[in-house]
């Protein structure tokens, strides 16, 4: 008869990796159609316009932009906006360059001839 106890259950337990929950994409990040923007458990965050929620909670979205993230009557929402279109260094050169020229404005006098 032996006269340790039996290590069964106690060496069974395996080391299992973490699930990398989180915030995956930040504000203000450009995004794409199906990229996650946030892995929770429960609903910390809620899905605003743009994004979906799905049923482990994961935030994806929708469609492309730029991510916001606000609070509405005290629930934490994320969104996807329209981005706005990026000017280009060469189009602010441009842009510069019209301004900065002064615009001349034609005058048109008007004759008037008096009948005889």
Known sequence: MA????????????????QRR???????QKITVGQ?????VGSK?????????GKDF???AMRPGVVKFFTKL???FVSVVKAKPAVK???????????????????KKSVSVAKA
Do not use: C, L, M, W
């Open 3 to 18: 006269h340790t106890k039996s290590q069964g259950k106690t060496n069974q337990k395996s080391n299992r990796p973490g």
């Open 22 to 28: 989180g915030v995956k994409k930040f504000g203000d």
């Open 36 to 40: 996650i923007i946030i892995r929770q």
């Open 45 to 53: 965050f809620h899905s605003g316009v743009g994004t979906k929620a």
């Open 58 to 60: 994961t935030i994806y």
């Open 74 to 76: 005290g629930k934490k």
């Open 89 to 107: 260094k060469t189009d602010k050169k441009v842009i510069e360059k019209v301004i900065e020229k002064p615009i001349k404005k034609t005058v």
